[in-house]
């Protein structure tokens, strides 16, 4: 049987852990405040400030400083169009700080949306972006190697004084690109650096001073080209 001095201290154990069980409670409480201050940081060149507080306002509507989720928050605003990565942190007494990374648009894809560096496609919404930019397509999950390719003929072309306006991968593997806004160039489905080399020189040699004349170019041939012009029936131009 325990003595009475050991009862004493088991109530008074309890009784303590009662108090402070209490006492975290009550601090809880005062701390847990209804949220009243959201901030936005970040660098933000093409999503508007008034814009994502819009999207971000029902995500904290009603939550308290203590109870909200920051994991469930930074989930939830990433899926906002245009952000690529989300911070959330907490700041005393009764704020939140969302550290927001813009997507950063490299091309458009697939008409109606865009891509970023990594090949990731992402919804353009309503916001202005860049008229220069190029104009990608590919099947689902092409998109890095799309980016790859048009890396590729901006460093072929570096000496040309035209750019890759708009750049092709059809279903069944075949690339096509356009230079200019205007002439369409045939790749094909392999071969591409022999291919390209002979384009280049034929462009250098004698194409480029007929280029408002030329309708489409083919470099699907084994011993040249062969080039559509406006106006007239296809020609090969034989490999030199």
Known sequence: MAS???RGTIVGLLLLIVLLSAGGRALWLWLDRPLERVSISGDLSYVSANYLREQLAPMVQGQSWLSVDLAELRKRARAIEWLSEVRVSRHWPNA???ELYEQDPVARWNDDLLINPQGVPFQR???TIPDDLPD???PRGSGTEVLALLDQLHNRFTSLKFEVTQLRLEDRGAWRFQ???SIWV???RNQHESRLARFIAAWKRQLKFKASQIRYIDLRYPNGIVVAWHGE???EVPRR
Do not use: E, H
Request: cysteine-free.
């Open 179 to 181: 230079i200019d806004d």
């Open 125 to 127: 919404g309503n916001v």
């Open 233 to 235: 029936t296809d020609v």
């Open 4 to 6: 009475a001095g050991s």
């Open 186 to 188: 045939m790749l094909g």
């Open 136 to 138: 990608l397509s590919g």
């Open 96 to 98: 939140l700080t969302f």
